[in-house]
């Protein structure tokens, strides 16, 4: 056994540790001080006025239901896309498997800011700019190289065996993929759905970039518009609106930590 | 036979084509695109912006000659280079490494206050570091508090500013790399070091370190990728300023397409860093294949 408990290793993993947290200090603190500034400080009148202020339709409901929608559609686009997609390249063995694994892992690392600017120019010439659809469909493909790749290691974790007794009772590929497959990797296809929606929830620069009226910008643009990047911005509100829209994914990577180590491992080592 | 059986391979292989067709339409189409439209001149409004002319490899031209781009480029290999390879990748390492000595009660909140940062929305983490950073923000707060001259570090040092803000956002992706990493060492391997007599440093130099080096060359290559295409951060804190002192390449991409309207021009410098990009993703390729006997 190696010794473990060692006191400067605690020391200094709690002074980095604090260097973390201090910059989200201020947001805890901002957001219950009415006279918030950019200086971290405890609120010398604490209260929920900030949270009371951005409580309205216009500023919080459109906005985060926006991004739900957006999430929700990127994530269901997504895993039925993978789902499908992983299904022949886990079961059947062919040469198409290794380069099309391979492609997909390259797809991964293509800088997704770098194309910005040129899906801006083939939106435009296509008419899809400001349509949520087509930004939702945007999103899911960039989110589609690592999902297949993660549904493709879940699925390959599934015997083929239980799959074998069911065509042998007479169901089709399709029936054994929905009756048998599909529910023992529930677990994984939740994980993936989780993580394209914490990533399509936290993206600012593709609905900045495609979704340009109010009605259709997601929380993550309303934010940077609204509350203004410099000068005299309510810092309070902007403060409590963060939280308010930080939350769902907070939530939702607790729900996925807690659930399957593993599996957020897995997603971790080949996030693009 | 033969075409039976192609004819079922094609069949079988149908429903990749829902993923296939999306990924050619949405990512393969705008890297095609925009090699071509970096030829043109198509702009973001007026006559060019529906039907752009072709100008060959005047952006190019343009884009050597401009003194700001091979600024960017070069603010880009700093950002990249202090805040990924350096900054996220050897603290991630440290942090990794001494999780391992330190009681489980305080390695676990530290992790959890790293991989706060992490995952919280990209915009939210901007708005935070901007805060900490600015003139009357908690930096100075502190610094002040040790008796330190008050510093506007997003105007005098920017570069510094949004390289320590990539590394709070980003280091908790190499940390959750080397734990894994450090994890699947053999205990056996540091135990007979022990017994030999080697110290930690020894140990860590010449027995974990070289196990788990396949981990250490997969992880500076995908943090570089994930630092080349940081975009919000920069943005939100220094929107590319003061004078082009943060500029990276994806700032000065947008800029030029979105602030400049000139959207053949923004997209010759996307194209430079799709290229760039690329490169890197080729050689990240080949690193798993080397790993993969």
Redesign the interface.
């Known amino acids: 056994m190696?010794?473990?408990?060692?006191t400067w290793?605690?020391v200094?993993?709690?002074l980095?540790?604090a260097?973390?947290?201090?910059?989200?200090?201020?947001?805890v603190f901002?957001s219950l001080d009415p006279a918030a500034?950019?200086?971290?400080r405890v609120p010398q009148q604490p209260g929920l006025g900030n949270f009371a202020a951005v409580f309205t339709p216009g500023l919080l409901f459109l906005p985060l239901w926006n991004s739900f929608l957006l999430s929700t559609g990127t994530g269901l686009?997504t895993v039925?896309?993978?789902v499908?997609?992983a299904?022949?390249?886990s079961r059947?063995r062919?040469r198409?498997n290794t380069p099309?694994m391979?492609g997909?892992?390259?797809?991964t690392?293509?800088?997704?800011?770098?194309?910005?600017?040129?899906?801006?120019?083939?939106f435009?010439q296509l008419r899809l700019l400001d349509s949520m659809p087509a930004t939702v469909?945007?999103l899911?493909?960039?989110s589609?190289?690592m999902a297949?790749w993660m549904t493709r290691n879940f699925m390959d974790g599934v015997p083929l065996a239980l799959e074998e007794a069911a065509w042998v009772d007479g169901a089709s590929r399709l029936a054994a993929l929905r009756a048998i497959v599909l529910p023992l990797m529930r677990p994984g296809l939740g994980v993936v759905f989780i993580f394209v929606f914490?990533q399509a929830?936290?993206?600012?620069?593709v609905p900045f970039?495609l979704l340009l009226s109010e009605s259709s910008q997601p929380a993550?643009v309303s934010?940077?518009s609204f509350f203004g990047?410099h000068g005299a911005v309510a810092?309070g509100q902007?403060a409590a609106f963060?939280i308010l829209?930080?939350v769902p994914?907070?939530a939702l990577?607790v729900v996925v930590a807690r659930g399957s180590g593993n599996a957020l491992?897995l997603s971790?080592?080949v996030?693009? | 036979m033969a075409a039976t059986h192609r004819g079922r391979?094609v069949v079988?292989?149908l429903?990749?084509?829902?993923?296939?067709v999306?990924?050619l339409?949405?990512?393969a189409?705008?890297?095609l695109?925009?090699f071509h439209?970096s030829m043109t001149n198509?702009g973001l409004t007026g006559r060019h912006?529906?039907n752009p002319e072709w100008v060959g490899l005047e952006n190019y031209q343009r884009l050597v000659q401009d003194p700001v781009f091979p600024l960017s480029l070069g603010l880009t290999v700093l950002f990249v280079a202090g805040s990924a390879v350096l900054g996220q990748n050897v603290?991630g390492l440290a942090?990794a490494v001494?999780?391992?000595?330190?009681?489980?009660a305080?390695?676990a909140?530290?992790g959890t206050?790293?991989?706060?940062?992490w995952?919280?929305?990209?915009?939210?983490a901007?708005?935070?570091?901007y805060?900490?950073f600015?003139?009357?923000?908690?930096l100075n707060?502190?610094l002040g508090g040790l008796g330190q001259p008050e510093t506007d570090w997003l105007y005098t040092v920017p570069m510094a500013a949004v390289v320590l803000a990539n590394v709070?956002r980003g280091?908790a992706?190499s940390m959750?790399?080397y734990r894994?990493a450090l994890n699947g060492v053999p205990?056996e391997l540091?135990?007979a070091a022990?017994m030999d007599g080697a110290g930690a440093w020894q140990r860590l130099a010449y027995i974990t370190l070289p196990v788990i080096r396949g981990s250490i060359a997969?992880n500076l290559m995908?943090v570089t990728?994930?630092t080349?295409?940081?975009?919000?951060l920069i943005w939100?804190m220094t929107?590319g300023g003061p004078a082009n002192g943060s500029t990276t390449?994806?700032v000065l991409?947008?800029q030029e397409?979105?602030k400049f309207g000139d959207?053949g021009y923004?997209?010759a410098?996307?194209t430079v860093?799709?290229v760039i990009?690329?490169v890197?993703?080729?050689a990240?390729?080949r690193l798993?294949r080397e790993q993969r006997p």
């Open positions: 190696k010794p473990r408990g060692s290793a605690d200094v993993l709690l980095v540790g260097c973390f947290v201090l910059p989200l200090l201020w947001l901002g500034g950019h200086a971290t686009v039925v896309a993978a499908l997609a299904y022949p390249l059947y062919s198409f099309f391979y997909i892992l390259f797809g690392c293509l800088p997704v800011t770098a194309i910005m600017v040129p899906v801006y120019g083939l435009v469909l945007f899911a493909a960039t589609l190289p297949i914490i929830w936290g993206n600012f620069f970039v993550a934010i940077f990047q810092y902007l963060s829209y930080s994914v907070l990577y491992a971790g080592a996030r693009g | 391979q079988r292989y429903p990749v084509l829902p993923a296939a999306l990924l339409v949405f990512l189409g705008p890297v695109w925009a439209a198509v912006a529906r603290l942090l001494l999780m391992r000595r330190a009681r489980p305080v390695s909140t530290v206050a790293v991989v706060a940062a995952v919280l929305p990209e915009i939210v901007a708005f935070a570091a805060a900490f600015s003139r009357d923000g908690t707060q502190l709070w280091t992706f959750l790399v894994a205990a540091t135990e022990q997969t995908l990728l994930q080349l295409a940081v975009f919000t939100v929107a390449l994806p991409a947008y397409a979105f959207i923004g997209t410098v996307a860093l799709i990009g690329g890197f993703g080729a990240y390729l798993l």
